[in-house]
């Protein structure tokens, strides 16, 4: 078993920025490929971004370049830093942990889920 908290969502005015936590516990083989996933009222689950184990990092469609994924092996870990926030980024933040990491970023590759956290891009 994996568990997973997040932390660090909140409401942050357009182009500001903010950098979500996910403290990762339990099997460290299960949870080899960890991943940042967003759901807006409405809208299916999208993929984020994904960091294996090499660090080897994935990004969603035209989010690379404002959203950065990393992990903290020695915290248990893992961050997703957003920069230069819109309206459009206004979502539920969930991180996610599974064995493999593949291309593109599917909600249904991941079998561990945290329970999110808000984050709020609003004038």
């Known amino acids: 078993q994996v568990q997973l908290v997040e932390s660090g969502g909140g409401s942050v005015q357009p182009g500001g920025s903010l950098r979500l936590s996910c403290v990762v516990s339990?099997?460290?083989?299960?949870?080899?490929?960890m991943a940042w996933f967003r759901q807006a009222p409405g809208k299916e689950r999208e993929g984020v971004a994904s960091?294996?184990?090499?660090?080897?990092?994935r990004y969603g469609e035209n989010l690379k370049g404002r959203f950065t994924i990393s992990q903290d092996n020695t915290k248990n870990t893992l961050y997703l830093q957003m920069n230069s926030l819109t309206p459009e980024d206004t979502a539920m933040y969930f991180c996610?942990?599974?064995?493999?990491?593949?291309?593109?970023?599917?909600?249904?590759?991941?079998?561990?889920w945290g329970q999110g956290t808000q984050v709020t891009v609003s004038s």
């Open positions: 996610a942990a599974n064995q493999w990491c593949f291309t593109p970023i599917r909600p249904r590759d991941f079998i561990y």
């Open positions: 960091i294996d184990s090499t660090n080897t990092t």
């Open positions: 339990g099997s460290t083989f299960r949870r080899k490929c």
